[in-house]
T-cell receptor, first 113, second 108 residues
Framework: KAGVTQTPRYLIKTRGQQVTLSCSPISGHRSVSWYQQTPGQGLQFLFEYFSETQRNKGNFPGRFSGRQFSNSRSEMNVSTLELGDSALYLC????????????FGEGSRLTVL | GIQVEQSPPDLILQEGANSTLRCNFSDSVNNLQWFHQNPWGQLINLFYIPSGTKQNGRLSATTVATERYSLLYISSSQTTDSGVYFCAVGQAGTALIFGKGTTLSVSS
């Protein structure tokens, strides 16, 4: 069974631009979570989606947003990019909301110049 | 919120040595996972272990939920075990919170 798929794997943007990242969960998984990983802050929770609704949100500014589609695929968007948004963005899926094991994708590595 | 502390922060071993990584957490949890982050950044699931003991080959893990800690044991380490090991915990209705990780370097 295919794992969690994230696209694109690498991207470079400039300050002020926006970016959209995509995540396809494991088949049958309905919950998708997003995390940001930076050397200084480690792994930080962004948000979690279940049944097309945001169920949990981390402590990030409103420039970070996301959505989930009816097929459980999820996208996250970062607007007005800042240098500090350079990070590895990781998506994880699980069978249900706030329960059980999380499975992560390979991540999308964003560099903001 | 819940605090997660991992120790040691760094660990250097010779191939063949054994090691124990520790994860302490500040409150009761109903989810605890151990991950290994590979050089390309992907978090690989090692164990889902909110309580009890599990083994998978050279790796095993024990969580003592009542005392709020978990241990990851690596036996007969290999160079491919190098990387960062993360413990993550969660409570009902909340997201997984990650520790800062233990960076393991195994040399041949």
């Amino acid at each position: 069974k295919a794992g969690v798929t994230q696209t694109p794997r690498y991207l470079i943007k400039t300050r002020g631009q926006q970016v959209t990242l995509s995540c396809s969960p494991i088949s049958g998984h309905r919950s998708v979570s997003w995390y940001q990983q930076t050397p200084g802050q480690g792994l930080q929770f962004l948000f979690e989606y279940f049944s097309e609704t945001q169920r949990n949100k981390g402590n990030f500014p409103g420039r970070f947003s996301g959505r989930q589609f009816s097929n459980s695929r999820s996208e996250m968007n970062v607007s007005t990019l800042e240098l500090g948004d350079s990070a590895l963005y990781l998506c994880a899926s699980s069978l249900a909301l706030n329960s059980g094991e999380l499975f992560f994708g390979e991540g999308s590595r964003l560099t903001v110049l | 919120g819940i605090q997660v502390e991992q120790s040691p922060p760094d660990l250097i071993l010779q191939e063949g040595a054994n090691s124990t990584l520790r994860c302490n957490f500040s409150d009761s949890v109903n989810n605890l996972q151990w991950f290994h982050q590979n050089p390309w950044g992907q978090l690989i699931n090692l164990f889902y272990i909110p309580s009890g003991t599990k083994q998978n080959g050279r790796l095993s893990a024990t969580t003592v939920a009542t005392e709020r800690y978990s241990l990851l044991y690596i036996s007969s380490s290999q160079t491919t075990d190098s990387g960062v090991y993360f413990c993550a915990v969660g409570q009902a209705g909340t997201a997984l919170i990650f520790g800062k990780g233990t960076t393991l370097s195994v040399s041949s």
